[in-house]
C-alpha cells in the first residue's frame, strides 16, 4: 500500500520525490531509456516478432489498429 499513498503516491510522486533524495543526500536518479515491443519480445522469448515464421522474411509495421 505504500504505492498508493506517501511520497510514491502518483498524484505527489513528482513533488515530494525529490525531497525525499535531498533528505537521504542522493542524487535524481537518470532516466531510464524506453523500450519497445519488440525490444522486449527479442529480449524475453529470443524470438525477432518481425521475422515472419513462413518464409523467414522481415516484416514491415505499418500501423495498429485498435477496436
Known sequence: MVRYFGFLANRVCGEKLPQVYRAL?????APVAKV????MVKQ???R???ECVLCGG???Y????AD
Request: aromatic content about 14%.
Open 58 to 60: 522481415r516484416m514491415v
Open 25 to 29: 543526500g542522493m542524487d535524481k536518479p
Open 36 to 39: 519497445c515491443y519488440a525490444q
Open 62 to 65: 505499418r500501423r495498429a489498429i
Open 44 to 46: 524475453f522469448l529470443s
Open 48 to 50: 525477432d516478432p518481425f
